[in-house]
């Protein structure tokens, strides 16, 4: 559905974002910069670069420390981030620290890597829109993708913008003017754009089973458990040791019986001169024309 704004609330928007650009194109480009200025979900950015000697000087003292470093370092991200990377331009950058300072009270941070996306055809470019309303052709795409939104960079305004479809800066008459598209377009754009799903990583019970073990609590538990062996006091050890187990074993089964929202329905998509064909609902992107013939269920 596209929604047209009235003038004054448009005029608005467009000076917001012209106040948001000057903002981050006067910017230091090592400073940090804004993610959606002006919105309830505006974040903090800054890029890092990994740090050879960083790194191994880490490596170094988690042998001297046993591990103790690499497991504060698994606590603290943004600790092993800025103790292995160094802070450089967000055009160069690796990895990106993204602070959400949600209404000045609570802090969080969010470690990503920037991946860099090219077309696999040659001579192809990769088509794309941004919030602002415009659209891009290129070769090649830098994006980071944090809390289920990715964010593009823009080498015009030297800022990373957040990745858009249809619903900004298109009028009705242009969304109705849409044909389809061939299989090499709608390819193309899932380079950019991803499959039409949120996908929740899957992990084993191992692994469940070590991230659980490594967290504050149970280190701690670990740690009463060996002062009261250390003490003799083997009742309250084997009371640490069965409520250990019994929390450990109930979170993985919690976890494990989490069920998920899959889309089971076929379409039917318009693509240009290609007709119409059967995909999966994973690939479905904007600007194509989709028939429903079953429900969602849950898996």
Not at 73 to 89: E, G, Q
Not at 99 to 110: E, I, L, P, S, V
Not at 170 to 198: D, P, W
């Amino acid at each position: 559905m596209v929604s047209h704004l009235p003038a004054q609330q448009g005029d608005n928007l467009t000076k917001a974002v012209k106040v948001e650009q000057e903002i981050c194109t006067n910017a230091d480009p090592d400073g940090v910069q804004l993610l959606n200025f002006g919105e309830d979900d505006q974040m903090e950015i800054q890029g890092f670069t990994f740090s050879e000697l960083r790194a191994r000087l880490c490596l170094i003292f988690h042998v001297a420390t046993l591990g103790i470093l690499r497991l504060i370092f698994h606590w603290y991200p943004i600790v092993h981030l800025k103790s292995t990377h160094r802070r450089c331009s967000l055009s160069v950058a690796q990895k990106a620290l993204i602070t959400d300072d949600y209404n000045g009270k609570t802090r969080t941070h969010f470690v990503k890597r920037i991946l860099t996306l090219t077309n696999r055809d040659q001579g192809k470019l990769l088509k794309f829109r941004l919030a602002d309303g415009r659209t891009q052709e290129r070769q090649q795409v830098r994006l980071v993708k944090c809390k289920k939104l990715s964010y593009v960079w823009d080498t015009d305004t030297r800022r990373f913008i957040k990745l858009s479809g249809l619903e900004n800066g298109i009028t009705r008459a242009t969304l109705h003017s849409f044909k389809g598209q061939t299989v090499e377009e709608q390819q193309r754009k899932r380079r950019v754009y991803g499959n039409n799903e949120i996908r929740t990583p899957e992990q084993t019970v191992l692994q469940l089973l070590v991230l659980e073990a490594l967290t504050p609590f149970y280190m701690f538990q670990l740690f009463s458990l060996l002062v009261w062996v250390a003490e003799q006091y083997y009742y309250y050890a084997v009371a640490i040791v069965i409520m250990s187990v019994v929390g450990i074993a109930t979170s993985i089964i919690q976890t494990r019986r989490v069920s998920f929202l899959r889309g089971v329905a076929r379409c039917s998509r318009c693509s240009g001169s290609d007709g119409a064909l059967q995909n999966s609902a994973t690939e479905l992107g904007f600007a194509s024309l989709i028939e429903w013939s079953a429900l969602y269920s849950v898996a």
